[in-house]
C-alpha cells in the first residue's frame, strides 16, 4: 500500500496533493484500477472457459464414459489410448474429410465471387449505382438462423413435392422428381453453398472495406497514370488487400472446421445421407448426446480438431506477422515496378 | 491508327489516345454496366428468393403447395397454418422467443458492460500485466467454443447448471472479441484530460467510468450489442447442449429442429409458418438496423 502511494506521488503528484486531504481513506493509486476493472473478465475467463478447456484435456486422457460415471482416472496402460481410437475410427475420418471439402466448396468460390464483387463495387469509373442497397441485401441471409436457413434448404429442396423439384419438372428441365438430399456429393455441395449463400456478402463487405482502407494515393497516381481498372485491381488492390484476405481465410477456416448448425439442421442430425454431411462438431456431440455419453472419445476428438485449428492458424498468423515489414517494402518495391512496368506497357500499347 | 500511335509515343500526350478510344471505351462501359448489373440482380433475386417463397407459402395449403411449389403470390390460409402450428405439438414459437429473448439480452448486456470495463482498463491505466494481458486477449481471440463445450457440459452437469440459462449468459463476460473492438475503438478517442480532471474534482474510478466513459463508448456500444445479440439468438450448439432434455427450456433456433417431427411431416405450411417465425424478429432486426449493421461488419474488418 505504502509502496503504491510513493509510486503514484512520482508519478503524479497533483492528483494526490489535491485529493489527499478531504477524503478520509486514503485512496487507491488510480492505476490499480487497472486490475480491479479487469477482475470480471478474468474470473469468468478462468471458471467458465480456461477451466473446461483444460478439463476437456484432462477428459481426453481418461475413461470418462456415462453421464453419471463414480470415478474418473487417467488411463494408465496407454495414455493416448482414446486418440488412437480416434484416429482408426472411420466415422471420425469421414466426418473431417466431409468437413474439409464442404467448406473448400464454399470458401472459394466464396472469396471468388466476393472479390469480383469488391472490383465491380469500388471502381473509380463506370461506379455502380444502388451499392448502399445490393450490400444490405446480399448480407441480410448472413444474419439470420443458420438452422432456419437449413431447414428453409431442405424443405426447398424437398422430395418429391419441393418447390425446386416443382420448378425443374414444370418447366421440363427434369423429367421427374430428383432426391437431391439422397446423393452424397449433391447433399454436400448443397451445405456448402448454403454456407457460401450466407457469407459471400460478409466477406465482400470487408473486402470493400480493406479497399478503402489503402491509401487514396495510390489509386490517384494510377488513374493519372491511365492504368486500365483491371490492372489496378490485380497490381495495386490485390497485393494491398492481401492481409485481409489472410485475416477472412482464418476465420473462415476456424469456422468451417467447427461448422455445426447447418448440417445438424439440414438432414436428420446424424449426418445422413450415409454421413455423407458429418461434420467434426457433429461427431464430437454426437459421441456425447448420441447416448453413450462417451466423454473421453468426444474430448479426444475435439482435441485433435483443436490440433489443427492452432497448427494451420500459426501457419497463416506466421505468415502474415513475421518479417512483417521486411516484406511490406519489399512488397511496395515490387509493386512500384510492377506499376511503372504496367504504365508503360499502357503507353507502349494503348488501351486493351 | 499507326499515326496516332506514333504520335503517341513520341510525346506521351493522353489527349489524343483518348480521342480514339473514346466511342470503344463507352461501348466497354455499357457492356460492363449490362453484366454487372445483371449479377448484382441475381444475387439480388438469390438472396430474397427462399426467403420470399417461405413468407407466400406459410399463407397456403398443403394441397396448393404440393401442386404449385413457386407462387408469387400469398393465399388466405395463413391463420390456418398458425392455427396448427400453435395448436398442439412442441413447437412452441412464443416459448422459443421469450426463451432465447432472455439469454441474448442477457449475454448481451454482460458482454457489452463487461467487454466496455476491461477495454478501459486496457486503454486508461498504466499497470504491470497490461500488454501481457492484452496478448492473451489476442491469443484467445479465435479460440472456437465448440472444442472445448464437452468439458463445459461436463463440468456444468457437476455444479447442476444443466437446464439452466446460466451457462449461456455469465460466459459472455469474457468475450475477447468484443473487448478487442473496444479497445480499438477507444484508444484514440477516451479524453484522458476529462478524466483527469474528474479524479481532481474527486470522483470515484467506479464513477468515471459509469458516467464519463460509458456515454462516450456509446456508438460501439451499440454496434457491438447487435452483433452480440444476434450471435446468442442464433447459436444452437451449446443450448442444444445444455437444453436438449427440457423442451419448455427450448431457444427458437432448437425450436426449428422440432419443425422436422411428425406430426408436421405433410404440413408443408404449418413447417413454412414455423420457419418464418424463428425467422420474422431477425428480420425486423435487420431491416431497422441494416445501415449500423454493415458498418460495423466494415469496421470489424480493419482490425484484420
Known sequence: ?352 | MTLIMDNNNATPEVAPMMEESRPKKKKKAIVFKIIAYAVCIFLTILSIFPFWIMFINATRNSPEITSHGVALLPSNHLTENIDYITKDGDFNAMRGFINSLIIAVGSTLCTIYFSTMTAYALVAYEWKLKNAFFTFIMAILMIPAQLTGIGFYKFMYKINLVGSFIPLILPSIAAAGTVFFMRQYMKPSLPMEILQSARIDGAGEIRIFHTIVLPLMKPAMATQAIFAFVTSWNQLFMPQMLLLRDKTKYTMPMMVSLLRGDIYKTEYGAIYVGLAMTVLPLFVVYFLLSKYIIAGVALGGVKG
Open chain 1, 1 to 352: 500500500m505504502k509502496s503504491l502511494e510513493n509510486e503514484q506521488e512520482a508519478v503524479n503528484e497533483i492528483s494526490t496533493v489535491i485529493t489527499d486531504p478531504p477524503v478520509k481513506r486514503r485512496r487507491l493509486n488510480h492505476n490499480a484500477f487497472g486490475y480491479i476493472f479487469s477482475i470480471p473478465f478474468v474470473v469468468i475467463y478462468l471458471v467458465f472457459h480456461l477451466y473446461p478447456t483444460v478439463y476437456t484435456i484432462f477428459l481426453s486422457f481418461t475413461n470418462a464414459l456415462g453421464l453419471d460415471q463414480e470415478k474418473v482416472s487417467v488411463l494408465t496402460s496407454d495414455i493416448f489410448a482414446n486418440y488412437k481410437k480416434i484416429l482408426g475410427n472411420l466415422t471420425f475420418r469421414e466426418g473431417f474429410v466431409n468437413t474439409f471439402l464442404i467448406w473448400i466448396m464454399n470458401f472459394i468460390p466464396q472469396m471468388l465471387l466476393a472479390l469480383l464483387l469488391t472490383a465491380w463495387f469500388t471502381r473509380h469509373r463506370n461506379k455502380i449505382r444502388g451499392q448502399g442497397f445490393f450490400k444490405v441485401v446480399f448480407y441480410m441471409p448472413n444474419i439470420i438462423t443458420a438452422a432456419s436457413v437449413a431447414l428453409l434448404f431442405a424443405t426447398l429442396l424437398g422430395y418429391p413435392t419441393g418447390p425446386v423439384n416443382d420448378l425443374m419438372v414444370k418447366s421440363g428441365i427434369f423429367t421427374e422428381s430428383y432426391n437431391f438430399m439422397n446423393n452424397k456429393t449433391i447433399a454436400r455441395i448443397v451445405v456448402a453453398f448454403i454456407q457460401f449463400w450466407m457469407w459471400y456478402g460478409y466477406t465482400m463487405i470487408i473486402l470493400i472495406s480493406g479497399v478503402l482502407g489503402i491509401n487514396p494515393e495510390i489509386f490517384e497516381s494510377a488513374d493519372v497514370d491511365g492504368a486500365s481498372e483491371f490492372k489496378t485491381f490485380i497490381h495495386i488492390t490485390l497485393p494491398n488487400l492481401k492481409p485481409i484476405m489472410l485475416y477472412t481465410l482464418v476465420t473462415s477456416l476456424i469456422g468451417g472446421i467447427t461448422m455445426y448448425d447447418i448440417p445438424k439442421s439440414i438432414t436428420d442430425g446424424m449426418g445422413a445421407p450415409r454421413n455423407a454431411t458429418l461434420t467434426n462438431t457433429m461427431f464430437i456431440y454426437n459421441q456425447v448426446f448420441g447416448g453413450s455419453y462417451s466423454y473421453k472419445n468426444a474430448s479426444a476428438a475435439s482435441m485433435l480438431i483443436f490440433l489443427v485449428i492452432l497448427v494451420l492458424s500459426a501457419f497463416v498468423f506466421l505468415m502474415l506477422t513475421d518479417k512483417d515489414e521486411a516484406r511490406e517494402k519489399k512488397e511496395n518495391k515490387r509493386r512500384m515496378k510492377e506499376f511503372r512496368r504496367a504504365q508503360k506497357l499502357n503507353q507502349q500499347g494503348g488501351a486493351f
